[in-house]
């Protein structure tokens, strides 16, 4: 049920829509602050706010709709962004104990992710509580590139995503053997509306049709070579009608039938 999402260093700037006008922030509160009018500009499916009542600050999304889908993966990912940027900007003056999280589902999150506390709200948003004195803390160094050539293992897998499109592929791999993954199923995984996230995608030259078919050939790529699953299993788990529509699909993107990679695996590895 955990958001196995690696994290570590993440540079906002480059990750959100919005990066030339968030890395001119200097400030914590400065930087949330833009991203909140950016997004103001961008979208009026979602509505992100900065709220700072005596010495408490409270940094929110709310959907003004009701999903028909559970946000609890891309609410968690959101909120894993949000709290790795506050545990890097603040460095040694980090104190979970400061931290409420509400989300629809805490269990999606890490135990003990950086020590915050997650607790259960609706599904319409997600809040995250914590000291008003760290908004005027400044960036220095945030949005610097890390060096991860010397990590390994568990400090590996904390690595976050680099980019959006490798965020959206986070997000949707874990329902890619779904068989009613349709694209507006995936775009409001994801958190946009179709063509909210086709918009996004063009930017980046993909299309969510693109990465969900990379995603089920990945998928049915590592089943051939590590099962002994049927060609018709595979091809109904990825949500394909069957074995023929899925080898069709299969040869195109790798040259060979399913049945032909799962033999030359097979051959190397003699």
């Known amino acids: 049920m955990f958001l196995h999402v690696r994290w570590s260093h993440i540079n906002l700037a480059d990750f959100l829509p919005f990066g030339a006008a968030l890395e001119e922030a200097t400030t914590i509160g400065g930087f949330i602050s833009r991203f909140t009018q950016a997004v103001a500009s961008e979208t009026n499916s979602i509505s992100q706010s900065l709220f700072v009542e005596d010495t408490t600050a409270y940094f929110s999304a709310k959907r003004k709709f009701v999903p028909t889908v559970s946000p609890a993966h891309i609410d968690g990912f959101m909120i894993g962004i949000w709290i790795t940027f506050l545990h890097e900007a603040l460095d040694f003056r980090w104190d ?110 993909t299309t969510i049709i693109e990465i969900l078919t990379v995603l089920k050939m990945d998928s049915a790529k590592r089943n051939l070579t590590s099962s002994n699953a049927s060609i018709q299993s595979i091809a109904l788990g990825l949500g394909y009608s069957d074995a023929t529509a899925f080898s069709r699909a299969f040869r195109k993107r790798t040259g060979l039938s399913p049945r032909a990679y799962r033999q030359s695996v097979k051959t190397m590895d003699q």
């Open 96 to 205: 979970p104990a400061s931290v409420l999280v509400r989300m629809c589902d805490p269990a999606v999150l890490p135990q003990e992710f950086h020590g915050i506390r997650a607790i259960k709200s609706n599904d319409l948003g997600f809040s995250i509580r914590f000291p008003a004195a760290w908004l005027t803390i400044p960036l220095n160094g945030v949005f610097a590139p890390k060096d991860t050539d010397d990590l390994v293992g568990p400090q590996l897998d904390m690595l976050a995503p680099k980019g959006f499109v490798e965020a959206i592929r986070a997000i949707l791999e874990k329902h890619i053997s779904e068989n009613d993954l349709s694209v507006e199923k995936a775009a409001e995984l994801c958190g946009f509306s179709k063509s909210a996230l086709a918009r996004r995608l063009a930017k980046f030259d």
